[in-house]
C-alpha cells in the first residue's frame, strides 16, 4: 500500500470512529445540531499541527458605564487566526454575549445590555479557532450603575441632596448593622432584607461603608390612586366582571387587600372580613377612616352585584392613613406581614391599589419586593397609576415584571386620560390589561349601604383582583402565572392591534376567560420544557458541548446554565428553524475539569419558569 492509499485508509477509519462515538440523531431533530456535527465530523481539526491561537487586539466597550435601563453597550475586538475562526464570545457577568463579524474585515460586535444587578464587571473576550485553539483578552470592563445612585457610593443621589438633617431611610444589608449609633436599628424588614429606620445626613456615609450594606435608599412615599368620581357611568360596552355569575363567585379564595381599611359595618362587606390588621392606629378592630379601602374592599368581596367575586374573603391590611398615604417601609412591612400569615389565612391574592407620587427612573424596592410576593405564590394585583397621559409614566410597583399591572377605562372602552402609560425603563409593555375604572359605584364608608362613585386605577386593581379570584375557584392549582396567562390571552384587544403601551393586552374580559379555560385549555396552557439533550455526555477541555431542549408555548427565552466547580456561565439559546428546538454551543476552553450540571431554564413570556438538568464530565485536556 503506497502512502497516499495508507493516509486515505487511516482517515476513513478515523471518520467511522468518530461517527460512532457521536450519538444517532433522528432526522427530525434539531437541523442546526446535526449541521454542526456534520460540519465538524467532515472537518476533522484539519489544521491539527497548528497550535498557535488567535490574537486578540483593540477591544473596546462603548459606553463603558451604564445604568439601569439604558440601551446596551457595544463590544468591538479585532481577532485574527490563519487557520479561521470557529467562535468569538464576550463572558459579562456570568453572561456568554456572541460576538460576530458582520462586515468579514476582522472586527467582532457584540452587545452587553444594562439589565445586569449594579456592579462593576470584567469583559472576558473568548476566541476559539478551527483547529480548537483558544485566546482569552480580559482588558475591558463594563460598569452598571443603580439609577438612583449614579456615583455608586452605595446611598441615593436624592438623599445626598436632601437639605434635612434627619431623614426616614431603608438600608438594605444582611443582617449586620452592629456600626449604626444606638437607637438607630430600625424597624426589619424581611423580604428585602433590610431596616427601615430615621437617621442624620452626616451619618449615611458611615452606615454605607459598613460591612454587609448594600444600600440605603430614601423612604418615599406613597399614596392611594383614585379619587372622587363623577356621574353614574353608562352601560359597559365591554365585559363587565361584575356581573352575576351562578356557579362562580371566589367561595374559599382569600384576598389581602393593602389600602386604608374596610367598613364592616356596610351590608355589602358583612361577614366579609376574616382578618384585621393595622399598621397605622393599631387598632384591633376594622375600620377605615378614608374610605378608599371600603370602595375596593366590596369591589372585590361585595354583595349586591358590587363586588366581582361575593364569595371571596378578605384579610384587610391598614398601611395607608387618613389622607391615603404612607412610606414605602409602611408597605414592605405589609407585604412582610402578609408572607408571614399567608398560610394562616390561606392567601392567594394580594390587591395593592397603591403607588408611587410620581414615575419612578428604573426599578424600586418595591417592586422588587412585589416580584418576590409572586415568587412566594402570591397573585399581585398593582395600579399602573394615574399619572398618564405620559408614556413612561408607570408608577412603582407597577412595573414589576411579575406582577399584573392594571390601567383604567371608561364604560366604553376607552383610556382614561390620566391613566399611567408604559413602557417601563426595561423596556417591557405596561400595564398588563385594563380594566373599568371610571365612575366606578361601591361602598361608601360610614354608611350602611351607601354608595359612592370613584375614578382611577385604584377603582380597576380590585375588580382583577375579584377575577383572580374567580380563577382559582374553578382551578385551585393555578400558579400567579398561570393566572396572569389566562387573564391576559383572554382580554379583548384595544387600541392598536397587540400589545400595546396603552392598554396592555387590552380590556379584561373574565366571560372569555372561563370559556376558554373550558372549551380551548391547551391554548391558555403553560409553556413547557419537554426535553433537554447534550452531543455527548463527557469531553476533554476544548472540545465543544451542543445543548438541545425541546420546548413548546409563549417563550420569553430559554438559556442554558453551566454550572461548575469555580465558575457560571449563562448561554442564550435559539431556535434557528422555528421547529421548537432550541440549540446552544458551550466552548470548553478555559474551564476546570471536573463533574457539571448543564441546567436548561425556560422563561415564558407571562412569568412562568421551567427547567432541567443533565450530568456532565469534564476531563483534563488531552
Given at each position: 500500500?503506497?502512502?497516499?492509499?495508507?493516509?486515505c485508509?487511516?482517515?476513513?477509519?478515523?471518520?467511522?470512529?468518530?461517527?460512532?462515538?457521536?450519538?444517532?440523531?433522528?432526522?427530525?431533530?434539531?437541523?442546526?445540531?446535526?449541521?454542526?456535527?456534520?460540519?465538524?465530523?467532515?472537518?476533522?481539526?484539519?489544521?491539527?499541527?497548528?497550535?498557535?491561537?488567535?490574537?486578540?487586539?483593540?477591544?473596546?466597550?462603548?459606553?463603558?458605564?451604564?445604568?439601569?435601563?439604558d440601551?446596551?453597550s457595544?463590544?468591538?475586538?479585532f481577532?485574527?487566526?490563519?487557520?479561521?475562526?470557529?467562535?468569538?464570545?464576550?463572558?459579562?457577568?456570568?453572561?456568554?454575549?456572541?460576538?460576530?463579524?458582520?462586515?468579514?474585515?476582522?472586527?467582532?460586535?457584540?452587545?452587553?445590555?444594562?439589565?445586569?444587578?449594579?456592579?462593576?464587571?470584567?469583559?472576558?473576550?473568548?476566541a476559539i479557532?478551527?483547529?480548537?485553539?483558544?485566546?482569552?483578552?480580559?482588558?475591558?470592563?463594563?460598569?452598571?450603575?443603580?439609577?438612583?445612585?449614579?456615583?455608586?457610593?452605595?446611598?441615593?443621589?436624592?438623599?445626598?441632596?436632601?437639605?434635612?438633617?434627619?431623614?426616614?431611610?431603608?438600608?438594605?444589608?444582611?443582617?449586620?448593622?452592629?456600626?449604626?449609633?444606638?437607637?438607630?436599628?430600625?424597624?426589619?424588614?424581611?423580604?428585602?432584607?433590610?431596616?427601615a429606620?430615621?437617621?442624620?445626613?452626616?451619618?449615611?456615609?458611615?452606615?454605607?461603608?459598613?460591612?454587609g450594606?448594600?444600600?440605603i435608599?430614601?423612604?418615599?412615599?406613597?399614596?392611594?390612586?383614585?379619587?372622587?368620581?363623577?356621574?353614574?357611568?353608562?352601560?359597559?360596552s365591554?365585559?363587565?366582571?361584575?356581573?352575576?355569575?351562578?356557579?362562580?363567585?371566589?367561595?374559599?379564595?382569600?384576598?389581602?387587600?393593602?389600602?386604608?381599611?374596610?367598613?364592616?359595618?356596610?351590608?355589602?362587606?358583612?361577614?366579609?372580613?376574616?382578618?384585621?390588621?393595622?399598621?397605622?392606629?393599631?387598632?384591633?378592630?376594622?375600620?377605615?377612616?378614608?374610605?378608599?379601602?371600603?370602595?375596593?374592599?366590596?369591589?372585590?368581596?361585595?354583595?349586591?352585584?358590587?363586588?366581582?367575586?361575593p364569595?371571596?374573603?378578605?384579610?384587610?391590611?391598614?398601611?395607608?392613613?387618613?389622607?391615603?398615604?404612607?412610606?414605602?417601609?409602611?408597605?414592605?412591612?405589609?407585604?412582610?406581614?402578609?408572607?408571614?400569615?399567608?398560610d394562616?389565612?390561606?392567601?392567594?391574592?394580594?390587591?395593592?391599589?397603591?403607588?408611587?407620587?410620581?414615575?419612578?427612573?428604573?426599578?424600586?424596592?418595591?417592586?422588587?419586593?412585589?416580584?418576590?410576593?409572586v415568587?412566594?405564590?402570591?397573585?399581585?394585583?398593582?395600579?399602573?397609576g394615574?399619572?398618564?397621559?405620559?408614556?413612561?409614566?408607570?408608577?412603582?410597583?407597577g412595573?414589576?415584571?411579575?406582577?399584573?399591572?392594571?390601567?383604567?377605562?371608561?364604560?366604553?372602552?376607552?383610556?382614561?386620560?390620566?391613566?399611567?402609560?408604559?413602557?417601563?425603563?426595561?423596556?417591557?409593555?405596561?400595564?398588563?390589561?385594563?380594566?373599568?375604572?371610571?365612575d366606578?359605584?361601591?361602598?361608601?364608608?360610614?354608611?350602611?349601604?351607601?354608595?359612592?362613585?370613584?375614578?382611577?386605577?385604584?377603582?380597576?386593581?380590585?375588580?382583577?383582583?375579584?377575577?383572580?379570584?374567580?380563577?382559582?375557584?374553578?382551578?385551585?392549582?393555578?400558579?400567579?402565572?398561570?393566572?396572569?396567562?389566562?387573564?391576559?390571552?383572554?382580554?379583548?384587544?384595544?387600541?392598536?392591534?397587540?400589545?400595546?403601551?396603552?392598554?396592555?393586552?387590552?380590556?379584561?374580559?373574565?366571560?372569555?376567560?372561563l370559556?376558554?379555560?373550558?372549551?380551548?385549555?391547551?391554548?391558555?396552557?403553560?409553556?413547557?420544557?419537554?426535553?433537554?439533550?447534550?452531543?455527548?455526555?463527557?469531553?476533554?477541555?476544548g472540545?465543544?458541548?451542543?445543548?438541545?431542549?425541546?420546548?413548546?408555548?409563549?417563550?420569553?427565552?430559554?438559556?442554558?446554565?453551566?454550572?461548575?466547580p469555580?465558575?457560571?456561565?449563562?448561554?442564550?439559546?435559539?431556535?434557528?428553524?422555528?421547529?421548537?428546538?432550541?440549540?446552544?454551543?458551550?466552548?470548553?476552553?478555559?474551564?476546570?475539569?471536573?463533574?457539571?450540571?448543564?441546567?436548561?431554564?425556560?422563561?415564558?413570556?407571562?412569568?412562568?419558569?421551567?427547567?432541567?438538568?443533565?450530568p456532565?464530565?469534564?476531563?483534563?485536556?488531552?
Amino acid at each position: 500500500m503506497n502512502s497516499s492509499s495508507l493516509i486515505c485508509a487511516l482517515l476513513l477509519a478515523s471518520l467511522v470512529s468518530l461517527a460512532l462515538a457521536m450519538p444517532q440523531y433522528n432526522p427530525l431533530e434539531n437541523k442546526a445540531t446535526v449541521w454542526f456535527q456534520k460540519e465538524y465530523n467532515n472537518y476533522l481539526r484539519p489544521s491539527s499541527n497548528d497550535s498557535m491561537p488567535p490574537v486578540i487586539y483593540s477591544v473596546s466597550v462603548t459606553p463603558s458605564v451604564l445604568k439601569t435601563g439604558d440601551p446596551r453597550s457595544e463590544i468591538n475586538a479585532f481577532v485574527y487566526d490563519s487557520v479561521g475562526l470557529e467562535m468569538v464570545y464576550a463572558d459579562v457577568g456570568s453572561r456568554m454575549n456572541l460576538m460576530l463579524d458582520l462586515d468579514k474585515d476582522g472586527r467582532y460586535t457584540g452587545y452587553c445590555g444594562s439589565n445586569l444587578p449594579p456592579g462593576n464587571y470584567k469583559v472576558t473576550i473568548v476566541a476559539i479557532d478551527k483547529a480548537g485553539n483558544a485566546a482569552k483578552d480580559e482588558s475591558r470592563s463594563i460598569t452598571i450603575r443603580d439609577p438612583n445612585d449614579l456615583n455608586g457610593n452605595g446611598i441615593e443621589d436624592s438623599l445626598e441632596r436632601e437639605r434635612a438633617r434627619d431623614m426616614k431611610v431603608i438600608v438594605l444589608h444582611d443582617g449586620n448593622l452592629s456600626g449604626v449609633a444606638s437607637g438607630q436599628g430600625g424597624e426589619r424588614l424581611k423580604i428585602l432584607p433590610g431596616s427601615a429606620m430615621t437617621v442624620s445626613r452626616d451619618s449615611l456615609e458611615k452606615i454605607s461603608k459598613i460591612k454587609g450594606v448594600k444600600g440605603i435608599y430614601k423612604d418615599q412615599k406613597l399614596k392611594v390612586l383614585g379619587a372622587q368620581g363623577g356621574a353614574s357611568p353608562a352601560a359597559s360596552s365591554v365585559d363587565d366582571p361584575r356581573k352575576k355569575r351562578e356557579s362562580l363567585t371566589g367561595e374559599g379564595v382569600v384576598v389581602a387587600l393593602i389600602d386604608t381599611g374596610a367598613d364592616p359595618n356596610h351590608e355589602v362587606l358583612e361577614g366579609k372580613i376574616v382578618a384585621f390588621k393595622d399598621f397605622v392606629n393599631n387598632q384591633s378592630a376594622p375600620y377605615d377612616d378614608n374610605g378608599h379601602g371600603t370602595h375596593c374592599a366590596s369591589l372585590i368581596s361585595g354583595d349586591d352585584g358590587i363586588g366581582v367575586a361575593p364569595g371571596s374573603r378578605l384579610v384587610v391590611v391598614k398601611v395607608m392613613d387618613r389622607d391615603g398615604a404612607c412610606y414605602l417601609s409602611d408597605a414592605l412591612k405589609a407585604l412582610d406581614w402578609c408572607l408571614e400569615n399567608k398560610d394562616r389565612y390561606g392567601i392567594k391574592v394580594i390587591s395593592f391599589s397603591v403607588g408611587g407620587e410620581s414615575p419612578n427612573e428604573g426599578s424600586s424596592l418595591l417592586d422588587e419586593a412585589c416580584n418576590k410576593m409572586v415568587d412566594e405564590g402570591l397573585v399581585m394585583c398593582v395600579a399602573a397609576g394615574n399619572s398618564g397621559p405620559a408614556p413612561s409614566s408607570i408608577v412603582v410597583p407597577g412595573d414589576a415584571s411579575k406582577v399584573i399591572t392594571v390601567g383604567a377605562i371608561d364604560s366604553s372602552g376607552s383610556i382614561f386620560e390620566q391613566s399611567s402609560r408604559g413602557p417601563v425603563s426595561s423596556g417591557e409593555i405596561k400595564p398588563d390589561l385594563v380594566t373599568i375604572g371610571v365612575d366606578v359605584v361601591s361602598a361608601l364608608a360610614g354608611s350602611k349601604n351607601g354608595l359612592s362613585s370613584m375614578s382611577g386605577t385604584s377603582m380597576a386593581v380590585p375588580q382583577v383582583s375579584g377575577a383572580s379570584c374567580i380563577l382559582l375557584e374553578a382551578q385551585s392549582g393555578l400558579m400567579p402565572a398561570d393566572v396572569k396567562r389566562m387573564l391576559l390571552k383572554t382580554a379583548d384587544d384595544l387600541g392598536r392591534a397587540g400589545p400595546d403601551d396603552v392598554y396592555g393586552y387590552g380590556a379584561l374580559n373574565l366571560t372569555n376567560a372561563l370559556k376558554s379555560a373550558q372549551t380551548a385549555p391547551e391554548k391558555l396552557s403553560a409553556p413547557v420544557l419537554e426535553s433537554v439533550k447534550l452531543n455527548r455526555n463527557e469531553a476533554h477541555v476544548g472540545d465543544p458541548v451542543m445543548i438541545e431542549a425541546s420546548a413548546i408555548g409563549d417563550l420569553k427565552a430559554i438559556n442554558s446554565n453551566i454550572i461548575g466547580p469555580d465558575r457560571t456561565l449563562e448561554i442564550p439559546m435559539d431556535d434557528f428553524d422555528g421547529n421548537g428546538i432550541y440549540s446552544a454551543r458551550w466552548e470548553t476552553s478555559f474551564w476546570t475539569p471536573g463533574d457539571y450540571q448543564v441546567q436548561v431554564n425556560l422563561q415564558g413570556r407571562f412569568g412562568e419558569v421551567d427547567f432541567r438538568a443533565v450530568p456532565f464530565r469534564l476531563l483534563a485536556k488531552q
